[in-house]
């Protein structure tokens, strides 16, 4: 996971590699879609960091979202 900005900033980016591994019993498959939302908060649960929505999706052997 990578984010970056500051709140005085418009725009911030948030992007996370996933593992894709559909043959992989011992890993949950997530569908994330164009348009979800997403947050993302600090360690207390609380305080709100970033939110922002997918505005891009990048296949390989990895998934990669894009805020």
Do not use: C
Not at 32 to 43: Q, R
């Amino acid at each position: 996971m990578s984010w970056g900005g500051s709140k005085t900033e418009v725009a911030r980016k948030l992007e996370l590699h996933i593992v894709n591994a559909p043959l992989d019993k011992n890993i949950t498959p997530l569908t994330i879609n164009l348009a979800d939302p997403v947050y993302l908060f600090e360690d207390d649960g609380k305080t709100e960091l970033f939110r922002g929505f997918v505005v891009e999706r990048e296949a390989s052997s990895s998934q990669i979202y894009r805020w």
